[in-house]
């Protein structure tokens, strides 16, 4: 499982993998609901869990109750973007439920810690050349 985590101060993203044995204390939670951050090794950080997608690319809607993928109504995101005003489409989505089916989560810091988060998870990116 992949954790996408957003810094809303910096604007900067942080990918980072999760242990088999921690991705337990993801499953079973909901879009909202807040996050740890020893989970991944960043202490005293607090995340709010925000979304997600299964190994398909198949979104997390927060208004689909359970974990399952199912075929909605919808008018706008995530799971359609609408060419039209007034547009619909029924699409194929998940719950707002984690499961083991999530291979990325994305959340957002709520709650920062002492540590910044470009040296816990390396936010320098080097040039190829």
Do not use: C, W
Not at 89 to 108: E, F, L
């Amino acid at each position: 499982m992949k954790l996408v985590i957003s810094d809303p101060s910096s604007g900067k993203s942080y990918q980072v993998e999760v242990e088999k044995d921690k991705e337990a204390l993801i499953v079973g939670k909901k879009i909202g609901d807040q996050l740890d951050g020893s989970v991944v090794g960043a202490a005293g950080y607090v995340f709010v869990l925000t979304g997600g997608s299964d190994g398909s690319g198949f979104p997390m809607r927060k208004d689909v109750q359970g974990s399952a993928r199912k075929k909605v109504l919808v008018a706008g995101p995530p799971g359609f973007h609408p060419k039209r005003k007034g547009e619909r489409k029924r699409v194929s989505v998940r719950g707002n439920v984690y499961s083991d089916a999530i291979v990325q989560v994305n959340v957002k810091v709520v709650k920062k810690g002492d540590t910044p988060l470009d040296q816990l998870f390396g936010g320098e990116k080097k040039d190829a050349s």
